[in-house]
């Protein structure tokens, strides 16, 4: 089985390399890259020169300068067959991550992600990794935590991504989620697998630190699910808004953002649904706790030196 590996590169320097490494080590073999370069300033065409001149599997192509979600549409345009496994160039697979899910294509899956782990600098230098649960997602679980997370960890058949359409290129934030609410809504099958195979690189200043944008992603998700008569009762959504305002509480505290960003969405996750917030299990008790805990800490460390 061949797969196509797409990354869309955008002054990407910094990381790129180790994302087109972490390609060339698969153990499974049977796959082709289509780089996209979008119009990147740095040193971002010289390293996929360099790689593509090392193997012959990679393809690189101009893309339109208008953001990732049409750097990926242009790549499906020039030719990506088979299961596609989409990469950002800032993120790392593991080994055997294609190898991993080719079975489960070779059977005739549409949509598939695993687990994966958050990291700064190297892979492994954090202990927080994502769930993955049992069932296929559903619309409402999309608009809750979104278990896939990122675009590094999708994996789709080309049947499956031309049934869902393609990826929304006025969105900067979100157009995964919207991606997958659209397939989910429209019957694909979205299956998980519990393995931590992808490396998801989190760095203050990138795209996914953008909380406030990421929620106006989300809303845009909930309109794409109106549309396509799938939206969740109220009190479902009600409930899917508070736990997406309780993970990006969770991000920020992740990020080192500053303290009242995170009590702010605590704050609000609790207010839109407070059975919402403080489900599965310490998850919500313990951000609502960490959120208001770091704004209170700093004020008693104020009050710490003046009273000397």
């Not at 790549?75 to 993120?91: M, N, Y």
Request: glycine share 8%; proline share 6%; charged share 25%.
């Amino acid at each position: 089985m061949t797969f196509t590996v797409v990354i869309p590169c955008h002054n990407g320097e910094r990381t790129l390399a180790r994302t087109l490494h972490s390609v060339r080590m698969q153990t499974h073999g049977d796959w082709r890259m289509i780089a996209v370069d979008d119009r990147s300033t740095d040193r971002t065409p010289w390293i996929l020169e360099t790689f593509a001149a090392l193997d012959t599997r990679v393809r690189i192509v101009a893309g339109p300068g208008k953001g990732a979600a049409a750097a990926r549409n242009a790549a499906l345009e020039h030719g990506a067959e088979g299961p596609v496994a989409f990469l950002d160039a800032d993120d790392v697979w593991e080994p055997e991550r294609l190898a991993t899910v080719a079975p489960i294509f070779g059977a005739g899956a549409e949509i598939a992600y695993t687990r994966y782990a958050f990291f700064a600098e190297e892979p492994g230098d954090s202990l927080t990794v994502s769930t993955v649960p049992p069932a296929p997602l559903t619309v409402a679980d999309l608009l809750r935590e979104n278990p896939v997370g990122t675009m590094s960890n999708l994996v789709a058949s080309r049947a499956a991504l031309d049934r869902a359409g393609p990826f929304r290129e006025d969105m900067t934030h979100g157009e995964d989620r919207e991606w997958l609410v659209r397939a989910a809504a429209r019957g694909l099958s979205i299956i998980g697998i519990d393995e931590t195979l992808l490396h998801y690189r989190t760095s203050i200043g990138g795209l996914s630190t953008d909380l406030e944008k990421m929620h106006a992603g989300w809303r845009e998700s909930v309109r794409t699910a109106a549309d396509l008569d799938a939206l969740p009762p109220p009190r479902v959504l009600c409930a899917a808004e508070a736990v997406y305002l309780r993970y990006l509480a969770r991000r920020a505290l992740r990020l080192g953002l500053p303290p009242r960003v995170a009590a702010d969405y605590a704050l609000r996750g609790v207010t839109r649904s407070p059975r919402g917030f403080l489900s599965d299990g310490a998850r919500g008790p313990l951000t609502l706790g960490s959120a208001l805990a770091a704004t209170v800490a700093p004020r008693l460390m104020r009050r710490v030196l003046v009273n000397r």
